[in-house]
Structure formats: C-alpha cells, structure tokens
C-alpha cells in the first residue's frame, strides 16, 4: 500500500530511494485523487521491487506543496534516484503509467 509521507521524511523515504518513486500529491476531497487509488496499488503489484509510491496529502504539507510547485491534485511525480524524472496531472489510465514507469526504468 501507498505510504503517506510528510516533509519530514521526504528526503528519507524518496530524494534517498534508490530507484524509481512515484509521489502522489493528492487531497481526501479530490475525487479523482480516489480514482487513481486502485490503479496505483495495481502498479505497486506490478513492480513490487522497483518502485515506490508514496502519497503526500496537500492540506498538510504545504512546504513539500511549496517546493515542488503543486498546483492541482492529483499530481504525480516520478523520481528516478532523487531526481525527478517525470511530471503529470490529472487521471491517467494505467497503461499509460506503466509505460512512463517503463521508459524511466530502462532509461540509463
């Protein structure tokens, strides 16, 4: 499952993570935040090695939202060994993730 991140242990959990980490910046009142739920513990099925999925709630880390320029919910960003490799609003199907995941993890 997803894990909720704060401000404090962003840098630990995903600028540190070796690998890809996908970073969903969501609210609990964002129903198509509530969409992508399913679709994100698909992909945490899917590469259960390879990627990271973390979730940051906007009403609560306003800095992280500050920082990385959030300015729709949900909006995701992958990064690839700390830095960020890719960024997208809205619902995405996920086929499409799996093929941003894909083109990121074989990308050198």
Do not use: H, W
Request: glycine share 2%; proline share 4%.
């Amino acid at each position: 499952m997803a894990e909720r991140v704060t401000y404090d242990d962003f840098q630990e959990k995903v600028i540190a993570f070796s690998g890809l980490a996908l970073v969903d910046f969501y609210s609990d009142s964002c129903v198509p935040c509530k969409r992508m739920s399913p679709i994100l513990a698909a992909l945490e099925e899917r590469y259960p090695e390879e990627l990271y999925i973390a979730k940051v709630n906007v009403a609560y880390e306003k800095k992280l939202v500050e920082e990385y320029q959030i300015r729709s919910t949900p909006t995701f960003l992958l990064f690839k060994d700390g830095e960020i490799a890719d960024r997208f609003s809205g619902i995405r199907k996920k086929e499409d993730l799996e093929k941003v995941i894909e083109a990121n993890r074989d990308a050198k």
